[in-house]
């Protein structure tokens, strides 16, 4: 198959790399691509929100597939441009993205579908949205409703707090016109982790679970990130919840935008929180609320999810895109995965770009698999390009196993600033 990817972090390497071992010979683009990625597929100098540009490679290059990674190109509406000219895409429509794009959307859906998640109230007046905070007691989360980089959320355990949120977002707009309504949150107690659902908008079938760390430093602490890390399984998510996950969260969603008018083609991303036995139970009255929905494959969850995959990654994809997806189009393989993200010093605030990267060839000689996120090719040499630098995945029979090879693999690299947590998984070995 000719395929394009669009993106170029860690989770389009991933996607690029997975193509890559199905074996069937498939020519692979990918706009833009990095360093890591040119090493296995042709990159395209088009940026991955240019979606005129990409129609155009599209409509001059006629791929089999497209896969959209990042969740930008899919709100500005690059699958429906693609569908209109003919082109199988892997990703939803616009308007089946705004589950990602617009949190108060998301909320609409699932109160429609009946999933359970944390109750809300949308805002554009501060005055109102103080004065409803009182009906929802401490902690309470603040959000704005559009795309906020990761930044629009507010856990606040403190009125003082919750109004402050507020006002940055609806008196300062800190947020632009992302911020200018917000929800009021009901806070949701427990551990959180990720369903990957691959769907053709008629059925879905679930991808191992995972779970990433989205705080900066060990221990969950300082402000969040991207993500610096993720493993799958997620234990916290047992066998025998996942046919519940389907049925009550997942297909729901996707019947609804289908009622509603929307074909919803390609991944599902549920961000779950589970509470734990004694914890605080939400007032949905289920143990398992969704916190939100992401309209693409999660990063770094990707890069941790994809290895466990077998058989052939173009056809789930294509079938997906073309609506006719089969619970044996998603094969996993036994055995774990973990990612450990290797960051540049003083990410996410500022950082140094252009640092040479050492040791890649030696890290994946150890049997890991190195992902580039933000990388560049200087000449001879690999530089950093951005704040997370690499993705590097162990595999093992047992999730120790598998962070040990990362760990093993992140030691023999090294740059100037360099900066990773030490302990990706401790929620799962604390288990035991
Ligand atoms: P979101 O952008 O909606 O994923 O929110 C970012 C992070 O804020 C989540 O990963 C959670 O850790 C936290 N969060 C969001 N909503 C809630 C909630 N209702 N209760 C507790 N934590 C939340
Ligand atoms: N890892 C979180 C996300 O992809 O949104």
Known sequence: MKILVVGGGGREHAIVWRLSRDGEGHSIFCAPGNAGIAGIATCVPVGAEDVDGIVKW??????????????????????????????????????????????????????????PTGRAEVFTDPVAAKAALAGFGLPVVIKADGLAAGKGVVVAETVEQAEAAIDDMLVAN?????????????FLDGEECSILAMTDGETAVLLPSSQDHKRIFDGDKGPNTGGMGAYSPAPVVT???????????????????????TAYRGILYAGLMVTPEGGKVALSGSKVNVVEFNARFGDPETEAVLPRLGGSFATALLHAATGCLKDEDIVVKPGTAATVIVASGGYPGSYAKGKEISGLSDAEATGATVFHCGTKADGEKVVTSGGRVLSVTGEGATLREAVDRAYAAVGRISFDGMFYRR????????RG
């Open 174 to 186: 800190k947020f632009g016109s992302a911020g200018a309504e917000v929800l009021v949150e009901e």
């Open 58 to 115: 599209a409509r001059d290059n006629r791929p089999d597939l497209v896969v959209v990674g990042p969740e930008a190109p899919l709100v500005k509406g690059l699958v429906d441009e693609l569908l209109s000219i003919g082109v199988p895409t892997f990703g939803p429509v616009a308007a089946g993205a705004r589950i990602e794009g617009s949190k108060r959307f998301a909320k609409e859906i699932m109160q429609a579908a009946g999933v």
């Open 239 to 261: 066998e025998a919840m996942l046919p519940e996950i389907r049925e009550r969260i997942i297909m729901p969603v996707v019947r609804e935008l289908k009622r509603r008018g």
């Open 423 to 430: 302990d990706i998984a401790h929620r799962a070995f604390e």
